[in-house]
């Protein structure tokens, strides 16, 4: 079996049985007048990790693999939004609300679509979920059975939410998860750094970390 040179040792890598998840990068997580730049945040740090998130998506297309994209984003009637999500906190725009992108996070709307570097293809599986797991209230999971795929890796924003969030779901129902550190991003550089640190402690208690880099060898050597 081919290996992926990953912490906290090295990954078993079965390409005929894994798939790449891109989570949740989207126009109003990525740039300027976006959900995420109406929260305060520095949306800057999404966009540095694009084009390594464009290099794996290219990888395992040009390897047959499969790839899989989430959006996060809801009904344009609400009706998958629950009260306590769209209240909490105190932000510029609440989701459903107008923006400069339009709806903000609602299904069509400019701003919930991926951004055009990474935009899938035709054929390629989009999951759109209204929670911050890919496998809630979606088709995620029989997609996966499907597809008869046992190795996730993942990719997209943010590490500590919606990546986190289905990672640690993918780990609780069997699959072996792997997060490639340079294709995930934060807004708080100290909270991908304490995910990071989280999934591969205790001998991989959530799965493994990689580069870029040595995911796309580890494939490649397989």
Known sequence: ????????????????AMALVVIDMQRDFAEPGGFGASLGNDVSRVVAIVPMVKRLIEGFRAAGLPVIHTMECHRPDLSDLPPAKRSRGNPSIRIGDVGPMGRVLIVGEPGTAILDELAPLPGEIVIEKPGKGAFYATSFGE???????????????????????????????????????????SYFPEFKAAVLAMIRAQGAIVGWTATTDQVLKGIADA
């Open 1 to 16: 079996m081919a290996e992926i040179d990953a912490l906290p040792f090295p990954f078993g890598c079965k390409p005929e």
């Open 143 to 185: 997609n996966l059975k499907r597809l008869g795929v046992q190795q996730l890796v993942f990719a997209g924003v943010t590490t500590e939410v919606c990546v986190q969030t289905t990672m640690r779901e993918a780990n609780d129902r069997g699959y072996e998860c792997l997060l490639a550190e340079d294709a995930t991003e």
